[in-house]
């Protein structure tokens, strides 16, 4: 699996943090993205700027331990979490945080986004599990994702916000997209219309094979109970 350029990265990172602003899943300063583009290079957003207004000066390049190799800005503190899972999985190359409101406010309630209601949802996610909480910028943050890197594709942060990675920076960011869509359609069918027909584990089963069609490494699974997925 080849590297973006740097080039291609930079403008990935620039439109990606535009789409992030422009959909409300930042506010001010917040959020975070970043493309691996060597063994030991990773292109980085800047700490302290809007995701909606940066330039292609303002960003960084580190190395995996973090250390600045390129740029005048100051990398954010949660780099870190980035730095952690390209560590962990070397298939990972782009990773995307931000605070998407409906799943932040899962994530603040403590509720992960497990019930199989959307087919895409079991194919793309599975599941969206909640890591443990962490001070913000402290090195707990990486050490509660670092359980996830293998075996999902995005997880919430408990009472903070929700991060996703993928091969490519798109990719990544489009499951960012995909995750606050099923938080949205589980909000509204059990707390609004107070009622989800839920797939059953046949149907699940069946779903979560058409992954490696879709080119899918990772991925969650619902709990299954008694031939329905469990909610």
């Known amino acids: 699996m080849e590297y973006l350029s740097e080039k291609q990265a930079k403008k990935a990172i620039l439109d990606i943090g535009q ?3 422009v959909r409300g899943f930042v506010a001010a300063n917040d ?5 691996k583009t060597g063994d030991n290079e990773v292109w980085a957003t800047p700490t302290g700027v809007s995701k909606g207004y940066m330039k292609k000066k303002m960003l960084v390049k580190v190395d995996l331990e ?6 005048t800005y100051k990398p954010s503190s949660e780099l870190k979490m980035h730095l952690r899972a390209y560590r962990e999985n070397g298939d990972i190359r782009s990773v995307c945080h931000a605070h998407p409101p409906i799943c932040t406010c899962y994530a603040i309630a403590g509720i992960p986004l497990s019930a199989p209601v959307l087919a895409e949802a079991v194919i793309t996610l599975g599941d969206v599990p909640i890591a443990p909480y962490a001070e913000l910028g402290s090195s707990k ?9 293998h075996t999902h594709n995005g997880i919430l942060l408990a009472n903070h916000g929700a991060v996703t990675w993928a091969e490519e920076p798109y ?3 489009y499951r960012l997209e995909s995750m606050e869509y099923y938080a949205n359609i589980l909000l509204i069918t059990d707390k609004i219309l107070g009622r989800q027909n839920l797939l059953t584990e046949e149907q699940v089963l069946s779903l979560l094979a058409m992954r490696e069609k879709f080119g899918i490494k990772r991925g969650g699974q619902p709990h299954m109970r008694n031939g329905e997925a469990e909610g």
Request: with cysteine; glycine share 12%.
């Open 31 to 35: 959020g975070n993205i970043s493309v």
């Open 141 to 149: 943050v990486p050490e509660v994702i670092a359980p996830y890197c």
């Open 19 to 21: 789409r992030m602003y």
């Open 171 to 173: 990719a990544a960011y």
């Open 66 to 71: 973090g250390n600045l190799l390129e740029g």
